[in-house]
């Protein structure tokens, strides 16, 4: 590519606002080079960025341009078109690196999404080269489609390849609009878009950026949860047991066993006093009635007023208390536990707000005392990702933040979760 200065060198032709094949010199701005079209008339325009081409210069000369009836110009357009497509040769030959310049821009560079949400991604395409640039032939350019991590690190979706939407003329440019669709684990995601021939060509060797994005894709925005509208919407004198997750009575009850026996191994005992944050509808109160011994003491708090009064009626023993919570603080004063569970809370909580109870655990837990949490965490995510229906954390970036709040974590056992993502449980202390 030449790049000229504006320049009188061209003398301005009679017929300036047409070039020799045909089509409008308006519509090749951006373009700073000669443009050599077809093989066949030679022009030069000398432009400058969003101006109008100040001359045009064609060996096919003036003859072609002198028609001034529309009709018959509309003709000329459609009958060069013709020809170009049909006397196309280079479109079944690799490009010659003074024609794989051009730029290709994102239109948006940030964008949130959905997990498998469909979208169009929207590209501004430049060819700043000297020939046409089509899918066509043997030889086509396309566009290479990749998501990768944030990072660039590869992942396990195939690049996918589209097709440009026409033919894209030497100097002229185009908005490309792809049809694509998210990927299915939530994550932060870099999604590339290159410019390629086939077969092995890319046009990023020779000066042309990939155009890339970065999306943060959530969970779907229908899983997301109310819990108080969620709890005011379900008879719980009926069903007290779907409302923290298990799908039975008989699932609550084994898994309220389950959930006693990880915090008996972590060190609770009969007469422990444990804080129960986000109790629900008391699953670890009622395995743990009748385990306690009367030395014993049981806090449950949620922020939930139902879930709350539920517990009031049914666990009735005089060392069981329930109160309501606000999210990022918790009602307790002047006393201490030696056990603060977080069952499937840190798993629906925003990061700040998960910062904030991590604050009053440490306040409230008694200097031997330990706190228990499970989170979901996944390489995929950079910091945190998602909604209440499921918080996905990056790990490291989850244990930074304990460590501000004064603890020190021990990962005490995981479990696979959805997609790349597993389930971590905590045990976390005073920082030495
Ligand atoms: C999935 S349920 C788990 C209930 C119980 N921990 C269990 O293991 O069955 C999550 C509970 O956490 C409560 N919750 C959510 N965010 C909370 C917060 N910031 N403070 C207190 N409770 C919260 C919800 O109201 C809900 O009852």
Redesign the pocket.
Known sequence: MLPLARTSRFPRSPDADLDPIGHSAVSCRRSGSIHRAAGVNYHATVIDHGKEPTADLHRGGPRMASHRSPIVRRLRHWASDCLRVWQRPHLNAPLSPFDMQGRLVALKTLCRLEARQWFTHWLHLSNLGSADWSSRGKCPVVLSVSWTLHNGEAIDLPPREYALPTLLRAGESMRVPLSLQAPEAMGDYRLRVELRQRPERWFREFGVAPADCYCAVSARARDDID?QAF?AAQDLGRNYWLV??PQTRADFDRLAQV?KQHLIDLGLHPDARIL?????TG??AQALEGYLSDRGRYVG????PQ?IEFCQARYRRPNFHFQV?E??TLPLVDETFDCIAF???FT??YAD?TAL?LGEAKRLLAPKGFVFADVFTSPRVERTQGHRGAIEWNLHHFLRLVALAGLSAQCVFSTPWQQHAERRFFRFVHRE
Do not use: F, I, M, R
């Open positions: 819990y709890y923290v997750g959930k129960d944050v986000g109790c629900g699953l670890l708090t949620d922020l939930a879930a919570n999210p990022t069952y499937s809370v629906h909580t707000e109870l």
